[in-house]
Every structure is written in C-alpha cells, then in structure tokens.
C-alpha cells in the first residue's frame, strides 16, 4: 500500500510539474538580419524621411500561457543610424540630434506586457535616448512561431510607437510638422 501511494504522488506530481509553463528566452536575430529598427519623421511637413539603425542587439522571454510575465530587452549603436544620405546621417549623429560620442547607445527595458487579445499586446518599458529615460508604450502584434529550417525554434513580434523628439531633449528645428517621429520595430528571435 504504501508503495502504492508514493508512486501515485510521484506520478501526480510529474504531470503537475511537466504541464506548469515556462518562459522561453529568445535572443534577437540580428546576424541573420531578421529584425530591423526603423524610423520615420516628417520632413518640412512635404514627405517622409526614412531610416533605420544598422547596429542592435537584444533578448526576449515569451510565454503563451502568461504573456503578461514577457521581458525584452534591447540595445541599439546610435552612431549605426542610416537614412541613406551620409551627410545627413553626419549630421543626425553630431550634438544637434543624437550626439553619438557622448550617447553612444540607446536602450529599451520592458516594464510590463499587456495581452489584448488576438495577437495584439501593449509592450511597456524604459527607453533611454540621449541621455534621457522615459517610459514609452509600444504596440505590438504577435507574427507568428515555429521551428524553422536549421533546426531552431523562432518566434516573432512586430512593434509601433511615436516618440516626441523634444521629450529626449532633441530639440532641433525642423519645423512643426516634425516634431514626433515614428518606430517600427520587427523581431525575429531564436529560441535559446
């Protein structure tokens, strides 16, 4: 009898503990160029200047059972900023915008994750941009997980925000109309 009990416990406990969910950690796939930081700001208010960051890297824990428990994590090389014009990009590192030598990254620390429902989450967290650390809400839509040709397992997260450029104390004039630019974000992270 009391083997019997021991092992209907233990089997008891097994099942509990194999269907308790984890988080899985996942590292951004930047080697592989399969995520991107873009940007875009209204130029004069006539049309759209677009660009991007070259140079990132960052890390994501996801679970499908608690979304709400999600972390991200991401830094960003500022002096790697490319809006195909090297002048312009010369002058968008220099003090009057990011001022690269003296702020050489960018970070984004999530601070809490928000499922909406059908993919859709509020992604909340610290960004510090020029010195400056404020808390930004990004919206995000859950693109799609599997394993993929290599081997590897891959989930992937695509992101939208606006930021106000004089909110980082980038307060150069670039006229009324140009004031906010906007982020576009694409994850692709390889499950570690």
Do not use: C
């Amino acid at each position: 009898m009391k083997n019997t009990v021991t092992y209907t416990l233990g089997a008891g406990l097994l099942l509990m503990l194999s269907s308790v969910s984890h988080a899985a950690d996942y590292m951004i796939d930047t080697k592989g160029a399969h995520a991107f930081v873009q940007f875009q700001i209204k130029h004069l208010g006539y049309s759209w200047l677009v660009g991007r960051f070259n140079t990132f890297n960052g890390e994501f824990s996801y679970d499908e059972a608690k979304p709400e428990a999600s972390k991200v994590t991401v830094t960003i090389d500022t002096a790697s900023i490319d809006s195909n014009h090297a002048e312009r990009d010369k002058h968008l590192r220099n003090a009057d915008f990011l001022d690269v030598e003296k702020f050489p990254q960018a970070t984004f620390v999530s601070t809490g994750y928000k499922d909406l429902g059908d993919g859709k989450g509020e992604l909340k967290g610290d960004l510090t941009l020029h010195g400056v650390t404020r808390p930004i809400t990004i919206d995000v839509t859950h693109i799609g997980a599997g394993d993929d040709p290599w081997g590897g397992y891959r989930r992937g997260f695509e992101g939208r925000t606006t930021l106000t450029l004089a909110d980082y104390g980038i307060d150069y004039n670039l006229g009324p109309a140009s004031k906010e630019v906007e982020l576009w974000l694409g994850v692709e992270g390889i499950r570690q």
